[in-house]
DNA sequence: GACGCATATGCACCTTTGTGCATAAGGTGT
DNA sequence: ACACCTTATGCACAAAGGTGCATATGCGTC
């Protein structure tokens, strides 16, 4: 039931159609968390069956009528009540990582094209973090209700950085010419960061 | 259908039973594909019906009867062409950063516990991929087939790393102290890796 | 002797997620 | 005139994943 508990804090924010609450889900909170607007609708359906949500149908002329969905106070309750739980480490569950398990069964070349398309996709997601919280949070400083924006803009920074230095380095690695040598302790190569 | 490839890719390396796939799932790859023993016989019997893995029964004194799975050609043949196909990137799906996002409407002290808890998981994880790269790869060297577990198993410790950082500053941040500032560029820090 | 643990397999149910399709209207391009 | 994009909502079905329970037995331990 994480879905709606991302939709309710979401909905913190201000009060959104399930139109823009999927746009936002292909934005800012959806860097990490992806659902498309079936999934979006479905979930909403059911928040406003429990009363988490409600619903204000706002009439439109030329597009259909959009449903604005606003968090009641027993929305911000149970938001705050299933955060008050541990929350559990997600598991990382990637396609990438179980082809190199069984890189002795899989087209080399193939793989060597999948893990330069990777790279370019997290460094791009890099570039993007950055380019966010530069934008957003230019002197680094928050007020406080917008921290944990900012700490997952840094965390997304952390983790693109990463598995791109990790693209690089299995690039150089299965490049075949060093091939099976070469591998220095994590944390040592260059870095070309804002240093 | 990911996790009978995550199957197949574990029959490469030698016949297993299920509860033997239950175990390595909990193990080396369960460390980014996590599955339990019920949805493992499913999948097992799934691939089964395909002609991607063949069962053999052994019969055993004392125990029930173990199923000792091989794969087939047309299994190996079926994880070739699933492992040409580009991966796509996984989302992170993470609670936490659910709850970073609605920090405003969070109970602070739970948070912070929450992310203590993380730090100590994540530094947990780290520690225990270093230990197994120590061990099963004491030069940083392997075999062409070996490569990707050994690379699997340094974006552990990279991915792990950035994690426990982003921990670490978190907490900094959220502490109510300097709780607006001070936060430097990512990868600038101390570093107390193998340095 | 009762209790839990390791071995070994599996069903049934429920939730979550993904894919495809349908509706409806205005604007933009060719 | 026709195709296509954007706004806006939703159903139906299928695939994937998670939880709980059931079975069978030997071994150790309290």
Redesign the pocket.
């Known amino acids: 039931?994480?879905?709606g508990d991302a939709i309710l804090a979401c909905l913190t924010e201000r009060p959104m159609?399930?139109?823009?609450l999927a746009k936002t889900f292909d934005t800012s909170i959806g860097f990490f968390w992806?659902?498309?607007?079936?999934?979006i609708?479905?979930e909403?359906?059911k928040l406003r069956d429990r009363g988490h949500v409600q619903a204000r149908e706002v009439v439109?002329?030329?597009?259909?009528n959009?449903?604005v969905y606003t968090l009641t106070s027993e929305g911000r309750a149970a938001l705050k009540h299933w955060a008050a739980r541990p929350s559990r480490p997600a598991s990382i569950?990637d396609d990438l990582l179980v082809r190199m398990f069984a890189l002795g069964d899989v087209d080399m070349d193939a793989l060597r094209a999948d893990i330069m398309a990777r790279l370019e996709h997290h460094r791009d997601r890099q570039a993007r973090f950055e380019r966010i919280l530069a934008k957003r949070f230019p002197d680094g400083t928050a007020a406080h209700a917008d921290l944990g924006k900012l700490l997952n803009l840094r965390l997304g920074v952390r983790h693109e950085r990463a598995v791109v230095e990790w693209c690089e380095e299995a690039l150089e690695v299965l490049s075949g010419g060093a091939a099976t040598s070469n591998v220095t302790p994590i944390g040592e190569g260059p870095r070309e960061g804002k240093a």
């Open positions: 039931m994480a879905l159609t399930g139109y823009e992806k659902a498309d607007h079936q999934q609708y479905r909403l359906s439109q002329t030329g597009k259909p959009k449903l569950k």
